[in-house]
């Protein structure tokens, strides 16, 4: 399943059982569903993603793991250290 497909799933679920708790507690559901209710339901969808799924999408499209060996040089702060910044 994709990321898209799995954030909606997740989203839809959510929805679904808040929907069904609001109708239990009242039939006024409408006002009671916002707009802020949607995004944060979304961004709660969206944190249920796994890292796995993520990988495992790139994967199947092709994308590689890169394995990069970083050299950091620590830069000369020496000039700024004499200079007017630091009197």
């Known amino acids: 399943m994709g990321i898209i497909n799995n954030v909606k799933c997740h989203y839809r679920g959510t929805l679904l ?3 069904i708790n609001y109708v239990d507690e009242s039939n006024d559901y409408n ?3 916002t707009l ?3 995004v944060i ?7 249920r993603v796994e890292p796995a799924t993520v990988r495992n999408c790139f994967k199947k499209e092709g994308f ?5 060996k970083l050299k950091m040089k620590s830069p000369n702060v020496q000039p700024f250290l004499s ?3 630091c009197q």
């Open 31 to 33: 006002s009671k569903l």
């Open 83 to 85: 200079g007017r910044l």
């Open 41 to 47: 339901i979304l961004n709660q969808a969206l944190e």
């Open 17 to 19: 059982k808040r929907l």
């Open 36 to 38: 802020l209710d949607a």
């Open 64 to 68: 590689k793991p890169l394995s990069l």
